[in-house]
Each structure stands twice: as C-alpha cells, then as structure tokens.
C-alpha cells in the first residue's frame, strides 16, 4: 500500500484497497473525463496529486480512493479552472481534515471493473479461486470490483484453517438474502431521475454498512457465549 493511502488520505470512505489497473481507472473516468490520457494519469502521479500502488512487476495499481481522488482533481481542473498548486493545497487540507467546510463527501463507492486476472495478481490466488468465489457470490463472468479482492482474500483465509467454498455456501446464500433486503430498503425510496436514484444508493450503502456491522457482531456473540 501506498504511503498517502495508508495515512488514510482523503476520501477516508472508499477503499483503500490497490486493486485497479491503469487502463480500468481510465474506463470508469472516461465516463465523466472522455479526453482523459493515461499520460494524463501518470502526470497527476508525477505532481504528486495521485500515489497509486505498485505490483512487483512495477504495474500500478489504484484504489476506490484513488479513483474519487482523481475524479475530484480532474473536475477542479474542468470545471474551477484551478492551477494545480491550488488543487494540491487544498487536497492537504481534506488529507489532515483541518478545516471540515473544505472536506467534500465523496460520491460513494466506485464500480469500476477488476477483471478475474488481476484478481489473481493482487491476491496471489488461482484465477480458478477467484472465478469460484465470484460464481459463489453471483458476480457474472467473474468480472467484479474491490469487493471481489476482500473475498477471495478472506476466503483463501478460511480454507487455511480448513473451510472450503463448501462450508462456506451458507455464508454466501446469506449475503444473499441480505441484499434482498437491502434492495426492498432502497427500492422503497427510489424516486424518478437522479434525485431519486442517488437517494436509494444513499440508503443501500448505509444498510449494507450496517447490515455488516449487525453481522459481525451477531458472530461475535455466537462465538461468545455459544
């Protein structure tokens, strides 16, 4: 992990996870930067506004946070006509959260695509792991995003300890069920255009974060006191 990622660097809220590839980040920015370069990227790097990871190939590699980090630099740029001393000062202060007025909310969580191999390559696992965990979790044609690293990471974890993707299916059937429900939850608020679409996202991301949280602390007690 990068040093201004493992300081937490703003946006706290994403992953911190290095798991995109150079041309990734470029798909998903393109989205809202259709002239964006990857020579663009690499000068943001070489200004010291972007730190992406390396692989021991020498390959970066970028997080969710490093996508919305670009993302807000790029938009300063196009939209504030901002000089990149300007941008660099100002990324300081959302770094140290020195002055809370400045620190803008991040987007929420990116879904740029990770393809199986380079799923593989951050986690040191078999492409046949990775393609059985995403099968698992209903992700199609095992092509998912930072999520897909955590899980094959934790579940190459468990089967060190003797727990295989069989033990493991009732974990997946009940992620299931509580995406099913986080779905009825946001769908309940889902309103015409874009307000009402960020509306819902805004409410499934605060259920999948507690419904993790409710979790893993259900588990805690089943260990406790079982």
């Not at 041309?23 to 259709?34: I, Y």
Request: glycine share 6%.
């Amino acid at each position: 992990m990068n040093a201004v990622a493992g300081a937490r660097s703003w946006p706290q809220g994403l992953s911190h996870h290095e798991t995109y590839s150079i041309s990734a980040v470029l798909e998903e920015l393109r989205q809202d930067f259709p002239d964006l370069t990857i020579s663009k990227l690499r000068y943001l790097e070489d200004q010291g506004l972007l730190t992406p990871g390396r692989t021991p190939s020498g390959y970066r590699r970028y997080s969710e946070a490093d996508i919305e980090r670009a993302a807000w630099v790029l938009a300063q740029q196009r939209d504030l006509f901002l000089p990149l001393r300007v941008i660099r000062e100002r990324l300081a202060l959302m770094d140290s959260a020195r002055d809370p007025d400045l620190v803008p909310s991040p987007r929420g969580p990116r879904r740029a695509r990770v393809a199986p191999d380079d799923v593989a390559t951050v986690t040191g696992q078999e492409r046949a792991l990775v393609e059985a965990v995403a099968k698992a979790a209903g992700v199609p044609g095992g092509v998912g995003d930072s999520a897909l690293v955590e899980a094959v990471e934790a579940v190459a974890q468990l089967a060190s300890y003797g727990l295989d993707l069989r033990h493991l299916k009732v974990v997946f059937q009940a992620a299931q069920r509580q995406a099913d429900l986080i779905e009825l939850a946001s769908n309940a608020v889902r309103g015409p255009g874009s307000p009402g679409i960020e509306a819902a996202d805004a409410v499934a991301a605060d259920c999948v974060e507690a419904m993790s949280r409710l979790f893993a602390a259900v588990l805690q007690l089943q260990f406790n006191w079982h």
